[in-house]
């Protein structure tokens, strides 16, 4: 999980608060309903067939999909739903259980029996919830951000280097949500197939692989990207084209701009650690050793299992692209809008 997180919370703390919301979009039909007590916001697209429920990341809400969803209304009804906790739904538990079972709720709601769930990043544990807990109501699943990442192995951290990017890293809506808070409700999620190896998953997925067949950034390490460590300057230079990518070649070269984004930092203790990190070289190289050692060889060990669960049932896609960002669906979307049409035409059937 936390080579997932690693695009979502640096799209966040990079581009400062680029939270999704565009409520004077009037060509969007931007809908209300009451589910368990929680008034829960999603779009409406439209469409017809089997609905397919797009589902954003920690950092978003449901605007982030306002382009891509009328990508595929041609054979499906197509929602976005604004999760607990986020945007103008109302604050829930961030644990994947309760979000997970929020969406089954949801669907219930609109009297929908089963559909397609659409994710990227961090929320791709709530599609693997789904796929084991809910299969009579999962017709399918997209995954955005390509195979699993590291489950549990984020609890270890003896450099505390991902706690304090957690702390540093600004929230969709402050108002609402704090990244300690929904770190610690998400972090001891361990989808059973990772524990039980004669765990099958029996629902259609589809999922995305670069071009060595993972997700391309496996030896990213969150906090030296974010502060431009030449340590990780093969991870950046893969990124693909974006405001992203723009902003981590700055941290990366100009030490005058890296400074102001650290010290923009609210959280003093996360301050002073970024600080000091890019004048500790040492440092820098024990925290990349550490995720090498640890955490990289878990990454692989999870896309194993995830692979192993789904079997016969996963769809991989490899791209012609060095690394899966996850947010091809809102940079890139011809990328892959041909195969996600592709898998749910199929579904349609």
């Known amino acids: 999980m936390k080579n997932q997180i690693l695009i979502s919370t640096l799209l966040v703390i990079s581009i400062g608060n680029c939270f ?3 409520e004077d979009d009037k060509s969007l039909k931007s809908k209300y309903i009451e589910v368990n007590g929680l008034q829960t916001h999603y779009l409406d697209f439209g469409g017809e067939g089997i609905p ?15 382009d891509f969803g009328p990508l595929l209304t041609q054979n499906n009804k197509v929602l976005a739903m604004t999760r607990p906790g986020y945007g103008q739904s109302d604050v829930g538990d961030y644990s994947v259980k309760f979000q997970g079972d929020h969406l089954i709720a949801f669907v219930d709601a609109l009297n929908i029996e089963k559909a397609i769930f659409i994710g990227n990043s961090s929320v791709t ?8 807990n809910y299969p009579q109501r999962t017709a399918g699943l997209v995954y955005l951000s390509g195979l699993a990442g590291s489950w549990g192995i984020m609890n270890s951290d003896k450099y505390k280097a991902d706690e304090m990017f957690s702390r540093a890293s600004p929230t969709a809506n ?8 929904i770190t610690n409700a998400r972090k001891s999620y361990l989808p059973k197939h990772f524990k039980y190896d004669s765990i099958k998953i029996n629902v259609p997925a589809l999922t995305f692989v670069a071009q060595n067949g993972r997700q391309g950034h496996e030896n990213g390490v969150t906090s030296l990207v974010f502060i431009g460590s030449e340590l990780m300057d093969d991870v950046i230079k893969t990124f693909p084209p974006s405001l992203l990518k723009t902003h981590l070649d700055r941290m990366a070269n100009d030490s005058i701009y890296r400074l102001e984004q650290i010290n923009s930092i609210s959280d003093s203790l996360a301050r002073d650690y970024f600080l000091n ?21 878990s990454i692989f060990e999870a896309q194993n299992k995830f692979v192993n669960a789904f079997g016969d049932n996963l769809k991989l896609i490899k791209l012609d692209v060095p690394q899966i960002v996850g947010y091809e669906y809102r940079d890139d979307p011809k ?8 898998f749910l035409d199929q579904l349609n059937k």
């Open 52 to 66: 397919v429920i797009l589902i954003h990341s920690e950092a978003w809400d449901a605007y982030t999909f306002k």
């Open 277 to 297: 990190l890019v004048a500790d070289k040492s440092l820098q190289r024990k925290i990349y050793e550490y995720h090498m050692e640890n955490i990289y060889p």
């Open 125 to 132: 544990s709530e599609l693997t919830y789904l796929a084991e």
């Open 174 to 181: 402050s108002e609402k949500n704090n990244r300690k808070a």
């Open 335 to 342: 990328l892959i809008i041909k195969y996600i049409k592709e």
């Open 20 to 22: 999704s919301q565009n």
